[in-house]
């Protein structure tokens, strides 16, 4: 179901003219599309808030009319204020009814995973996945039931499930979602780990092992010496030269 939007067309532009205009309670759009020039609008900021704030978002089907003309069009870049929660332009995409459109949905998850009876949590991977249809088919969102899905276990793209009329475009063995064990709990896990403690010496195999030590040092001390002999043959050679 389409949503109308009233535009005027505008000729002006630049910072300026587009700060006047949002002080104004207007925002800077363009249209464009479907074989038309780029056409500069402005709608008003308090109906295109309501549109984009409804429940399909920015894949919202439009009717814009723009001098009495009907245009069927989708928001297709839009810019904003995140500070000051507005918006600051936003181009319409003009389409047809015939030709399908390629977009970005959000992924939503139902039900509450097995996994997370069990203590784990939800990890999100991707929030929105793309998809290609006609703009009249265009989902709010994808919903995906994870009641099924254990503990370490993963949901990839290939597990959704899209509506009639709908391709999905993302890679299907990108990971959607998975249920893992806490970050505390797992650190906690891996220090409990058999085997991974560190093990007591006792004295009397440390004080063996420190003579070990030392008669390995005392080993790489002769090894010293034994090259003394070389420095010994230079100073040699060195005093024959003085006696020649």
């Known amino acids: 179901?389409?949503?109308?939007?009233?535009?005027?067309?505008?000729?002006?532009?630049?910072?300026?003219?587009?700060?006047?205009?949002?002080?104004?309670?207007?925002?800077?759009?363009?249209?464009?599309?479907?074989?038309l020039e780029t056409t500069p609008l402005t709608v008003e900021a308090r109906e295109l808030t309501h549109l984009l704030h409804g429940s399909a978002g920015s894949n919202v089907l439009v009717d814009l009319v723009v001098d009495g003309e009907e245009h069927l069009a989708?928001?297709?870049?839009?810019?904003?204020?995140?500070?000051?929660?507005?918006?600051?332009?936003?181009?319409?995409?003009?389409?047809?009814?015939?030709?399908?459109?390629?977009?970005?949905?959000?992924?939503?998850?139902?039900?509450?995973?097995?996994?997370?009876?069990?203590?784990?949590?939800?990890?999100?991977?991707?929030?929105?996945?793309q998809i290609e249809c006609l703009p009249q088919d265009v989902p709010d969102?994808?919903?995906?039931?994870?009641?099924?899905?254990?503990?370490?276990?993963?949901?990839?793209?290939?597990?959704?499930?899209?509506?009639?009329?709908?391709?999905?475009?993302?890679?299907?063995e990108d990971a959607v979602l998975s249920v893992v064990t806490p970050a505390a709990l797992r650190v906690e896990a891996d220090l409990s780990v058999p085997g991974e403690e560190a093990v007591e010496v006792p004295a009397e195999d440390e004080a063996a092992e420190v003579a070990e030590g030392e008669e390995a040092e005392g080993a790489e001390g002769e090894g010293q010496g034994d090259g003394g002999p070389g420095d010994g043959e230079s100073g040699s050679e060195s005093g024959e030269g003085g006696e020649g």
Do not use: C
């Open 141 to 172: 969102e994808i919903v995906i039931d994870i009641t099924h899905v254990e503990l370490g276990e993963m949901v990839h793209v290939s597990d959704l499930v899209a509506p009639k009329g709908v391709t999905i475009l993302t890679t299907l």
């Open 74 to 129: 989708i928001p297709r870049e839009i810019q904003r204020d995140h500070i000051h929660a507005k918006f600051v332009h936003v181009d319409f995409l003009a389409v047809s009814r015939t030709q399908t459109i390629t977009v970005n949905v959000p992924v939503h998850e139902t039900g509450e995973a097995a996994g997370v009876k069990e203590g784990g949590v939800v990890e999100h991977h991707l929030r929105e996945v």
């Open 1 to 35: 179901m389409e949503t109308k939007l009233t535009a005027e067309r505008r000729s002006d532009a630049g910072k300026g003219v587009a700060r006047k205009l949002r002080a104004a309670g207007k925002i800077p759009a363009v249209l464009y599309g479907q074989g």
